[in-house]
């Protein structure tokens, strides 16, 4: 470590495990007082009274416990990641691998729909009446409530793979924050800047194409971490409300709903490692663009 320079390991690493350890104590407390439930009852129908230390055994180790604990979390999720091939539909991989499909789908048509969205309503003052309070009540719809309407509109136009709603989905959820960041990106550049432009007699294409777009790249790559994120939970929720068989959604469902908290938490664990691949892929497509365009990384 250089003199007079904060360690990275105390500074970074150590608030970071502190709060993990600090998660795995009240996981593991909670679950024992809600497991402890089943104990006591098996107890009382066997006349007897079970001390602390089994109690919390037995609870480290219940086959459907109300809450399981981390360990028995963990050996499910290497289960169905590495003891499973790829193919099996047991496998947490194979189910991630259609989320992640349904959400760069989704991801893709938000991020196109945002920018075209912006667009218009930056270059056209219609647009900006229509589109932006449109935009914003949006949001304010529950996506449950317009799943089932999206799918049967899905099926009516002849779409019916499964991945057409589910990307539609996605892709509702996504493009709000990517739309919202390029209207502030778009805008961003001040009078003099578009005055000095004007005096040069650059038409308004060229103020877009050489001012207006260059100015909201770093309000661009910003959505672009939120935006991955809003697809994925939309790629879960529409697994969640379409009815499918397939996918990390479809895991906890199947999990709920045949009683099997297992499968329920690896998947929603599964779900969370994969949200954060996606993540920090965007951070690190986005420091390689930035450096391509001459930025200063961040």
């Known amino acids: 470590m250089i003199p007079g320079k904060p360690s990275t390991f105390r ?3 150590l608030p970071v ?5 600090v998660l795995v104590v009240v996981w593991y407390a909670s679950a024992i007082k809600m497991n402890s439930t089943w104990t006591y009852d098996q107890a009382a129908r066997a006349g007897t009274e079970p001390s602390f230390s089994e109690v919390v055994k037995d609870t480290m180790q219940q086959d459907r416990p109300l809450l399981p604990v981390p360990h028995q979390v963990i050996a499910e999720l290497w289960d169905t990641t590495v003891e499973k091939k790829i193919t099996s539909k047991r496998s947490m991989i194979y189910q991630g691998s259609i989320t992640l499909k349904t959400t760069l789908w989704g991801f893709a048509l938000g991020v196109v729909v ?5 667009a218009l309503i930056v270059l056209s003052r219609v647009g900006r009446l229509s589109l932006m ?8 719809i529950p996506i449950v409530a317009l799943a ?49 432009l004007r ?11 050489k001012l207006r777009v260059p100015a909201s790249m770093p309000y661009f790559f910003a959505s672009l971490k939120v935006s991955i994120a809003a697809a994925f939970v939309g790629a879960v929720v529409g697994e969640l409300s379409t009815s499918a068989i397939s996918g990390l959604g479809a895991r906890m469902l199947i999990g709920s709903q045949f009683g099997e908290p297992m499968i329920m938490w690896a998947a929603l664990f ?4 994969l949200a954060a691949v996606l993540i920090f892929t965007v951070g690190a497509i986005e420091k390689i663009l930035r450096r391509a365009m001459g930025g200063q990384p961040v």
């Open 11 to 13: 500074y970074s690493v």
């Open 17 to 21: 495990l502190t709060v993990v350890a």
């Open 114 to 118: 945002g920018i075209a969205m912006a």
């Open 133 to 140: 309070p449109w935009a914003i009540i949006s949001q304010t």
């Open 148 to 196: 089932p309407i999206i799918v049967v509109l899905s099926n009516a136009i002849g779409a019916g793979s499964l991945l057409v709603p589910k990307a539609i989905i996605a892709a509702y959820l996504s493009f709000f924050p990517v739309m919202v960041s390029m209207v502030k990106g778009l805008t961003s550049p001040d009078h003099m800047q578009l005055d000095l």
């Open 199 to 209: 005096t040069y007699g650059a038409k308004r294409s060229a103020v877009f194409w």
């Open 270 to 273: 599964a779900a969370a490692i």
